[in-house]
């Protein structure tokens, strides 16, 4: 009975497939799960009418409602030096100047507060802050991952694309367009081509030798419409692959259906030079390989004799057929002879580590000094001309199928492109154009009318303030993730989002004045008895700085952090044991260069160059995603190679140095100065009696400044937020 049902379903979905339209059966699939809260539009509730001066915005009074309901009082709020410090690094990722520092504790009116966070949110570094957390959802890098993980030349314009579109405060519904159909609704702007990168920020297949294409390509939509669901509806849409989904109502028609929409999508490298940028390039390009010409002479010519060697002992190897082949003159060889030739000279070709085996040590000296004149050479490589690492449609799109179990060559029945059934209007058809499909997949999302857009990243915006979600699982608002713990909070958010034009700035700045952000995040046993998750938000979330922002913050305090933003990734110098464990089996120089300008390695942490198979320990210890899937929550670990790395690292050794520099520069000689200077710039606040004493204690015992400074950079204080 019960296959006779799944096979009677099946057929349903795949004829309703077929014809572009949902049969009125699948309601049996879909039925009450369409009742979902999560597909309802958003309600703006009126603001609870709660009588407290506690309650300064409508976020307070929906919160305090919830919590008088459990007969629970908010928490106190924190004192001016740590809220300062908790705002800044919340909007900027980076700690406050003693400068802001003494300005806010001087200024006594009663906006002082509200100026710090307009300043914070009009600061260059507002943007940065919310790039950092955005490329965690898209998971994006700077690289392809899989085994050979090659670089992407032009992937960083997306990247300052979003730290651009969050600094201007471009309105949301505007950012979700661009990123999914600009080069269609937008094609005279090349900021909204670039935007089109957010599909091909995920990792992809490519290697070398046979490949299935159809696979291949498979791979690729599943990858674009997999970022839709993640990103932007908040619905594990992947899990509809194989069959119906098991918990939400989207059918396996659906699925292919969203793929649909990108049949004819296709990554795209788009030239955005000028005719006088080409120009310009081609005269730099021509001078800098004049400049390579002579070197790789010269070491060709050391080459020559052992490559010789090499070749003629492979060659009397061969076997006789081979060899014979290899012989023949390359015009009079027969088609078969050209076949064996070609194999005969692959097996005599020598590598790099044959030839630097057989080299004699004057000749490897030689080669080495000229390899290094090489390399030096190779850093002033023009920079390539200005492209957009983009997608654009083909003419015509291939028909989509249904697949049994995601195979490509398991074709059961075509589709049409169109949108999740328990979501769309009009039985979620979209035009067949070739041409536009993205933009009504764009048009879709971006609508007032669309149930989740809003509330997706109205939920992101509060848990990225407020350290957790009012849905705890910001990736799934389906019926695997958790409830919102104030629906009518949330859902006055997505609709004030809304009517401020799309706004994060509006969010931030309306989350970071309310005073449930304000508060203490000291714990009370007594109130987490009765809320043990804090999901009231009685108290504030203690939360600990990414990996990135705690790099930035220790180079900001010491003086060193390069404010440049923008442009192509940087390279830092990596640990020995990491660069063999990478490179063991390729030629041991160069294949991790360094700019010559040092000033360079200490660009703030968006800037590295990340590549998904090599992650610097410090961020990885600090669990930084590995971008191989959306990561909508960072997880919080604790373990020994987090202390290891913050008080053993080459680079927290050299940045302890670089901070009691700093010290001595702006204090001179005078030891408590450069104490109350040390906690002010780490700490953002002035040392107690306590710490005076204990400092003073450390020197008089032959400690030196820059193991103090070392001490203050590993306080738990520093690397969390208050």
């Known amino acids: 009975m019960r296959s006779t049902r799944t096979a009677l379903i099946a057929a349903i979905v795949l004829s309703a497939a077929a014809s572009g339209w949902i049969d009125p ?108 957390r955005w490329l965690d959802v898209v998971r994006y890098a700077d690289t392809n991952g899989y085994e050979l993980d090659l670089e992407r030349p032009h992937a960083w314009r997306y990247r300052d694309y979003v730290v651009r579109s969050f600094n201007q405060d471009k309105p949301y519904s505007l950012f979700v367009k661009e990123q999914i159909a600009g080069d269609e609704l937008y094609p005279r702007s090349n900021d909204a081509l670039i935007a089109t990168g957010f599909h091909r920020a995920g990792p992809i297949h490519l290697v070398g030798g046979n490949q299935d294409e159809e696979a291949n390509r498979q791979e690729v939509v599943s990858e674009m419409s997999g970022a839709i669901g993640s990103v932007f509806l908040g619905m594990t849409i992947g899990c509809a692959k194989c069959h119906n989904h098991k918990f939400d109502p989207i059918l396996q028609a659906d699925y292919y259906r969203m793929q649909a929409i990108f049949a004819s ?96 040590l004057p000749d490897r000296e030689r080669r080495t000094a000229f390899r290094k004149q090489l390399h030096e050479i190779e850093l002033t490589e023009p920079e390539p001309l200005p492209t957009a690492y983009a997608v654009q449609n083909a003419a015509q799109a291939p028909q989509a199928y249904i ?165 192509v990734p940087v390279k830092v110098p990596i640990d020995k044991e990491i660069y063999d464990l990478i490179f063991s089996e390729a030629e041991p120089d160069n294949l991790w260069p360094l700019l010559p300008d040092e000033n360079e390695h200490n660009r703030r942490s968006l800037y590295l160059l990340n590549k998904r198979t090599v992650r610097l320990p410090m961020l990885m210890n600090f669990d930084q995603p590995d971008t191989m899937t959306s990561c909508p929550v960072r997880p919080t670990s604790t373990h020994a190679l987090q202390a290891l790395t913050l008080m053993n690292s080459e680079f927290m050794h050299q940045q302890s140095e670089e901070f009691a520099k700093r010290l001595r520069t702006e204090c001179g000689a005078g030891r408590a100065c450069q104490l109350r200077r040390a906690f002010k710039l780490t700490l953002a606040r002035e040392p107690s009696a306590k710490e005076m004493k204990m400092a003073n204690e450390f020197f008089a015992g032959d400690g030196s400044m820059p193991d103090f400074c070392l001490a203050l950079l590993n306080r738990n204080e520093f690397i969390y937020i208050p």
């Open 25 to 132: 059966k699948e309601e049996a699939f879909i039925g009450n799960r369409r009742a979902w809260w999560a597909f309802q539009k958003p309600v703006r509730h009126p603001v609870p009418a709660v009588k407290d001066p506690w309650a300064r915005t409508p976020i307070d009074a929906f919160l305090l409602e919830a919590l008088q309901a459990k007969n629970l009082k908010p928490s106190g709020p924190l004192n001016k030096e740590r809220l300062l410090r908790r705002v800044t690094l919340d909007l900027t990722g980076l700690p406050p100047t003693p400068a802001e520092i003494d300005q806010f504790l001087a200024d006594r009116s009663p906006d002082a507060y509200s100026k710090v966070v307009g300043r914070l949110i009009q600061s260059p570094q507002y943007g940065e802050r919310w790039t950092q």
């Open 265 to 360: 999508t296709e990554a795209k490298d788009v030239d955005l030079s000028t005719d006088e940028e080409r120009e310009r390039h081609a005269a730099a390009v021509k001078a800098y390989e004049a400049r390579l010409k002579p070197i790789n002479e010269q070491i060709a010519e050391i080459e020559k004799p052992y490559r010789e060697k090499i070749k003629a002992e492979k060659t009397a190897l061969l076997e006789p057929k081979l060899r014979e082949a290899l012989e023949i003159p390359k015009e009079k060889r027969t088609e078969e002879q050209v076949r064996l030739a070609k194999d005969a000279q692959s097996q005599v070709s020598s590598s790099w580590d044959e030839v630097l085996a057989l080299l004699s």
């Open 403 to 567: 697949l049994k179990i995601g195979d490509a060559h398991l074709k059961l029945a075509p589709v049409e492109p169109g949108l999740p059934s328990v979501l769309s209007v009009n039985n979620g058809s979209v035009t067949k154009d070739a041409c536009s499909r993205r933009s009504a997949l764009a048009n879709w999302l971006a609508s007032e009318d669309h149930p989740l857009t809003a509330r997706v990243m109205v939920n992101r915006i509060w848990q990225f303030r407020m350290g957790a979600g009012l849905v705890r699982t910001p990736n799934d608002f389906g019926r695997l993730g958790e409830r919102p713990t104030n629906p009518k909070l949330l859902d006055w958010l997505a609709t004030e989002f809304m009517a401020n034009n799309w706004s994060v700035k509006a969010m931030d700045r309306l989350i970071v004045l309310s005073s449930a952000y304000m508060q203490s995040a000291a714990d009370d046993a007594a109130k987490a008895k009765t809320d043990p998750d804090n999901s009231l938000y009685w108290r504030a979330n203690r939360r600990r700085l990414e990996g990135e922002a705690i790099r930035d913050g220790v180079l900001f305090v010491t003086g060193k952090l390069n404010p440049r933003m923008g442009g």
